[in-house]
């Protein structure tokens, strides 16, 4: 189904084919909480890069976090692209090249309805503030660092036969 989405400003608008709509998975790590996540957290999506198409790329700036290994102190670039809007900053989606197939718009970009999930997956817990209180409710999954299952099996699997 086809999708679309703008920044605040209006500058970059944008459309994609998503098979994975649902705003389920909330990432409560530095980078998604710093760069988009008010709430203490950022929900991202699952599209089809092949489909994205964007109006206003002149007003698209990238951000690519560097990130520190816990163990060694070692310093590395992650090759994961945030993009967001020059004027409002407004986030807008992630593509990284290890999946260049994929990009996750951010739910928050998206002007489309989306619809509710049938469960939440919290990612990352281990990050979280002590300010943030998840909303975790009785049906969630939750985990320190990334779930096992991508989104797509996650959708296959509370969509079967879809």
Known sequence: MKYTG????QSVRFSLNME???????????????????????INLGG???????????FLSIYQAEIRDSATGE??????????CCRCGSALWLWDPRWPELVHPFA????TELPIPPQ??????????LWIEPDI???????????QESLAQWHKRHQPGV
Request: net charge positive; hydrophobic share 25%.
């Open 6 to 9: 703008s920044c605040h400003c």
């Open 75 to 84: 310093k590395n670039m992650s090759p994961a692209q945030r993009s967001f």
């Open 120 to 129: 939440r997956t919290h990612m990352m817990l281990k990050y979280a503030r």
């Open 108 to 111: 928050s970009a998206i002007d």
């Open 20 to 42: 994975q709509p649902y705003p389920f998975n909330r990432c409560y790590c530095s980078i998604c909480r710093k760069t988009a996540g008010g709430g203490g957290y950022a």
């Open 48 to 58: 089809d890069f092949n489909s994205l198409q964007v109006e206003g790329k002149a």
């Open 137 to 147: 409710r009785n049906n969630d999954e939750t985990f320190d660092t990334y779930p």
